[in-house]
């Protein structure tokens, strides 16, 4: 059997030696004011201070938020992620379980993701309950799939099957970040299903219990948004609900926070903008004490995008206001995990969405390019959405050559993406663009877009 190179949930973090030698003789307070110095240089905001130094070098951050990578990154030039002793972002994409609480300190946002005993609970699964064993399932993963199961016993099924509900979350978000949601919401729904099937057994201790239970309201979350991205509405609303009574059940105020912003952006989609705004302020009543000003900017956007929805122009301006500035006071470690795709590049995506709904298409245009251009690359399917929203948004700002080449960029990252929304917003574009197929380049795009739409020959 195989050693995980990461420390399990038994085992004391893995100090960095690597990023304590880059601190030399200072004290852990100089370097942590050099770090928000060399953040200002490059227009980052980041509240580091000597205790966040500390939980770097003892191992408790294995990987640092975006902000954090960029201003290490610019601090340190020439070296890798893995040169500063972190692991790799997909190795620890999922959330992480709740630390222990710490008396009078805020929630942390970088805590290590914790993975069982040993190789087996790590890569456990359960697909059925008879008395008080189940059978185990060992994950095997393969580019397009989450977990798949194979037979086994374990004593203790609700413990095991945490590090398996916690790495089929993180497996799915990474998988989505890359190629979207069509190819992976069905293979979602059996883990789902068996989380939700390991809470309501009642043999797991209180602990277990509790971390259990926000597993699988997280996954729950997560798989919601794969139907959601995939146009399946009605099953992602019944997924949102699902975690969302599972939050109130747990008292957990973070993943109530989550669900009712899921459900807001879910709302907005499905044409319920006044839904939307009532699901993205009861979030942020939550949130208002949660400890993360990055949190509450992207509910102001969810909210923001329910007015755009009700064509109400001075209150989505306000909402759009007020992400602003709650984003420009930077990343905070009490930041949820799973928002590490809430970057400059989202900012701007959903702002342009906003523009897009008032019918104010140059503006969105421009916010969607911006987008698009400040993605990381590891998000492959955002940078798709984002240059589709930038073809929709030229489209009907009259400006078809411009469009159809921002289309045919889009159709290049469908060879990876598998999303029903991209799909749904080119097919828009090629229908605004038919009229104008003379244009130089848009027969081009047309044609391309319908080839792909056409089934593969056998």
Known sequence: MTTSPYPSAAQSPRPNLAFRALRGQRSPGEFAAAVRRAARQIGERVSCDARYIGRVEAGEIRCPNYAYERVFLHMFPGRTLADLGFAPRSAVRGRSARPAPVTGGPPHHDHPHHHEESDVRRRAFMTGMTGSTATVAVATLTPFSVPTLAPGLDRHPARAGIGAVEEAIRRIRVLDDRHGADGLYRRAAE?????????????????????????????????????????????????????????????????????????????????????????????????????????????????????????????????????????????????????????????????????????????????????????DPHFTRNIALYTAQYADDLARAGQPDEAAAAGLRTLAFLREVRSSRIEAMLATTARVLLPHRRASGVSAFLDAHAASRRPASV
Do not use: K
């Not at 995008?305 to 909402?319: K, Y």
């Open 191 to 375: 883990p789902l299903r068996t989380a939700f099937e390991l809470l309501d057994s009642g043999t797991a201790q209180r602990d277990v219990a509790e971390r259990l239970q926000a597993g699988a309201g997280e996954l729950a979350i997560s798989v919601g948004w794969l139907a959601h991205d995939s146009g399946r509405f009605d099953d992602a609303r019944s997924h949102y609900a699902e975690a969302l009574a599972t939050a109130r059940m747990a008292g957990d105020e973070a993943l109530e926070a989550h669900a009712f912003c899921n459900t807001a952006f879910l709302a907005r989609d499905a044409g319920r903008p006044r839904e939307a705004v009532r699901a993205a302020q009861a979030a942020t009543r939550i949130a208002a004490h949660l400890g993360s000003p990055r949190l509450l900017s992207l509910l102001a956007l969810r909210e923001a995008g329910g007015w755009a929805g009700l064509g109400d122009r001075p209150a989505c301006e306000r909402s759009l206001a007020r992400a602003q500035a709650l984003f420009a006071r930077g990343a905070s470690e009490a930041d949820p995990e799973w928002m590490s795709f809430y970057g400059e590049a989202e900012l701007e995506g959903l702002e342009a969405q906003c523009w897009s709904a008032l019918g104010d298409w140059a503006r969105a245009a421009r916010h969607a390019r911006r987008a698009a251009a400040l993605q």
